[in-house]
């Protein structure tokens, strides 16, 4: 990883919409240094500061002041214009985050999606190392992912590699269960992640008259017994067949890792394989499905990889 700073650690951090994580990696990807914050839901000026003094409070604890840096943004960035779109955290929508953050940082920075960036971790030493490909789904909030192909991040000609969320549910599934087309915040309508992420499945359980508060507790009703419940997680579990199938089709990776909240409960992962067969044709194999290596943490630290080795992206 000879790209990295003449520091021996490089920081890597995972912007989500309810927290911002930094860690601090040596050459071998090993945290020296690890802190969480709650994402500013305020004005931007808010977030900018935030973030500055994370950073500030890791020179400061480990003695560096030029550490270079890998940025996991959540959303897309408009290569024209520079500035960002992001549906979890508006405040940087229509902003110039890369250049703000350049101008307050005044170091080097590697800027990457915060979803590819745990496809990135997932390829380096995590659940995915040693496959000559592989697809890193997340099923939180939303749903979106990234592609490794030999270890490096395909990113594609918009950088949008990998936003398998906002291809559409098929009108077949939605007409077979009765579900309506949903608004999504990207503007688009009917989008994957409306259904099939950890909040399509709350909203799932809520249009058959279920009132669960989050995906936790609809998935704590299913394995109660619940019928409700139960027809749901049915639903949901073939819309997620179908949309992985999709992937197959599209990509064939070598392996599927998980991520998000959903990727944490274990039952799925027997049960996901026959549903997505069910969406492909006969000689197509579903490929091994699997939970990810270092969960949370893997945008960050997908982050920090970028940061040593800013080719990989």
């Not at 020179?59 to 960002?84: F, M, N, T, Y």
């Amino acid at each position: 990883m000879a790209d990295a700073a003449a520091s021996a650690i490089c920081y890597g951090i995972d912007i989500g919409g309810t927290k911002i994580e930094l860690v601090a990696c040596d050459a071998a990807l090993e945290v020296r240094h690890r802190r969480r914050i709650a994402t500013p839901q305020g004005k931007y000026p808010g977030f900018l500061a935030a973030l500055e003094a994370l950073v500030a409070a890791a020179d400061a604890e480990l003695g560096l002041a030029d550490a270079a840096i890998g940025i996991a943004l959540p959303g897309v960035r408009d290569p024209r214009s520079g500035r960002q779109l992001s549906a979890n955290v508006p405040a940087l929508t229509g902003q110039k985050v890369a250049a703000d953050l350049q101008a307050r940082l005044r170091r080097p920075l590697h800027f990457g999606n915060d979803l590819q960036c745990f496809a990135l971790s997932e390829a380096h030493g995590g659940a995915a190392e040693g496959y000559p490909s592989m697809f890193g789904a997340i099923l939180g909030t939303g749903a979106g992912g990234g592609y490794c192909l030999h270890g490096r991040l395909v990113t594609g000609f918009n950088g949008l590699a990998g936003e398998w969320g906002h291809w559409s549910v098929p009108g077949q599934l939605l007409q077979r269960y009765a579900l309506p087309v949903l608004d999504c915040a990207c503007g688009l309508r009917g989008c994957v992640e409306r259904y099939v992420s950890g909040s399509g499945l709350v909203a799932l359980h809520r249009h058959f008259g279920g009132e669960a508060a989050d995906a936790a507790a609809v998935l704590a009703l299913a394995d109660a017994g619940d019928v409700r419940a139960r027809e749901v997680m049915a639903i949901h579990l073939d819309l997620l067949g179908h949309s992985l199938a999709k992937l197959v089709l599209v990509l064939d990776p070598h392996v599927i890792v998980l991520g998000g909240g959903l990727s944490q409960h274990a039952p799925l992962y027997g049960v996901l394989p026959a549903a997505v067969a069910a969406h492909l044709f006969d000689g197509v194999q579903v490929p091994p499905i699997v939970p990810p290596r270092f969960g949370g943490a893997g945008g960050a630290r997908g982050a920090a990889l970028l940061a040593w080795a800013p080719t990989l992206s």
